[in-house]
């Protein structure tokens, strides 16, 4: 499947950042987050429910669907950004409505929890970007990855050199790079028979068995 690429940004282009998954423990975290991305000349829009509080979650799930399809219609947002993982998105992911992302080359941004989305959108034949979030650009702005998460956003080619090991072969992949999370509740690393997809595996704090 060919799958759809999301347009880079554009200065003056509108960010959404969205909490989907945890509470967002501190304000400060988006703020500066919503400041580095302005400083780099974007526009920062924030969900409703970005420092909602519903015990461990950032909102009800009611909140979060109903902000992200917010999100999704408005035309004037080119990437949605996620505040931060943890869980709640397996509460939600059936439903939310993906089509409105199918033909509008928009980005969505975030990994551990997030997986769930990118997951969805992969089986759409749209591509996302699986990336630091605004938790993560507020505490570690001089980090490898959150310097090549802004490069990525314009455009710019990215490079990446890793030590050789034994175990490393040299080639060529064109096939896609999947990012599972390993979640004895959840269960949602599955793969089936003559899959060319590589795997990236990610647990969650759970003891396998």
Same mark, same amino acid.
């Given at each position: 499947?060919?799958?759809?690429?999301?347009?880079?940004?554009?200065?003056?282009?509108?960010?959404?950042?969205?909490?989907?998954?945890?509470?967002?423990?501190?304000?400060?975290?988006?703020?500066?987050?919503?400041? +580095?991305?302005? &400083?780099?000349?974007?526009?920062?829009?924030?969900?409703?429910?970005?420092?909602?509080?519903?015990?461990?979650?950032?909102?009800?799930?009611?909140?979060?669907? *109903? *902000?992200?399809?917010?999100?999704?219609? &408005?035309?004037?947002?080119?990437?949605?950004?996620?505040?931060?993982?943890?869980?709640?998105?397996?509460?939600?992911?059936?439903?939310?409505?993906?089509?409105?992302?199918?033909?509008?080359? +928009?980005?969505?941004?975030?990994?551990?929890?997030?997986?769930?989305?990118?997951?969805?959108?992969?089986?759409?034949?749209?591509?996302?970007?699986?990336?630091?979030?605004?938790?993560?650009?507020?505490?570690?702005?001089?980090?490898?990855?959150?310097?090549?998460?802004?490069?990525?956003?314009?455009?710019?080619?990215?490079?990446?050199?890793?030590?050789?090991?034994?175990?490393? +072969?040299?080639?060529?992949?064109?096939?896609?790079?999947?990012?599972?999370?390993?979640?004895? *509740?959840?269960?949602?690393?599955?793969?089936?028979?003559?899959?060319?997809?590589?795997?990236?595996?990610?647990?969650?704090?759970?003891?396998?068995?």
């Amino acid at each position: 499947m060919n799958k759809l690429k999301p347009k880079k940004l554009e200065k003056g282009d509108t960010i959404a950042i969205i909490a989907l998954s945890g509470v967002v423990k501190s304000k400060d975290c988006i703020e500066r987050a919503k400041k +580095r991305f302005e &400083d780099d000349g974007y526009n920062v829009v924030l969900s409703k429910n970005i420092f909602s509080k519903n015990r461990y979650l950032a909102g009800s799930d009611e909140e979060k669907v *109903e *902000e992200l399809h917010k999100f999704f219609a &408005d035309d004037n947002i080119k990437a949605i950004l996620c505040a931060r993982g943890g869980y709640g998105l397996s509460r939600i992911i059936d439903k939310i409505d993906f089509s409105p992302l199918i033909n509008t080359n +928009r980005l969505v941004v975030g990994f551990s929890d997030i997986t769930a989305i990118h997951n969805a959108l992969s089986n759409l034949g749209v591509k996302s970007l699986h990336a630091p979030m605004a938790k993560h650009i507020a505490a570690e702005s001089d980090s490898i990855a959150v310097w090549e998460l802004r490069k990525c956003l314009e455009g710019k080619p990215l490079h990446y050199t890793f030590k050789n090991i034994e175990l490393n +072969r040299k080639g060529i992949k064109p096939e896609t790079i999947k990012s599972e999370p390993v979640n004895e *509740e959840t269960g949602w690393v599955t793969t089936e028979e003559g899959d060319d997809n590589i795997y990236s595996l990610k647990d969650l704090d759970k003891a396998l068995k």
